[in-house]
């Protein structure tokens, strides 16, 4: 999913940044969505998991973005 690693060096420490790829977010949505119908057995279409790919795409993002 993570396309690239950045190494920067600050004050002698060194961070690891991680970029993500363009439509990496759709990628998740997808990855997200097919997993709740394999697993779960979820319609993911239905009224409480209409958002949840979106949504957990965009905890990854946040988690994950650097």
Same mark, same amino acid.
């Given at each position: 999913?993570?396309? &690239?690693?950045?190494?920067?060096? $600050?004050?002698?420490? $060194?961070?690891? &940044?991680?970029? !993500? =790829? !363009?439509?990496?977010?759709?990628?998740? /949505? &997808?990855? =997200?969505?097919?997993?709740? /119908?394999?697993?779960? @057995? /979820?319609?993911? $279409?239905? &009224? +409480?998991? =209409? +958002?949840? !790919?979106?949504?957990?795409?965009?905890?990854?993002? /946040?988690?994950? @973005? +650097?």
């Amino acid at each position: 999913m993570f396309d &690239q690693q950045i190494l920067t060096r $600050s004050n002698g420490i $060194s961070h690891a &940044q991680i970029i !993500p =790829v !363009p439509n990496q977010h759709k990628d998740i /949505e &997808q990855a =997200v969505s097919q997993i709740l /119908e394999s697993i779960a @057995g /979820e319609d993911t $279409s239905r &009224q +409480g998991l =209409v +958002g949840a !790919p979106n949504r957990i795409a965009r905890m990854y993002d /946040e988690a994950l @973005g +650097g």
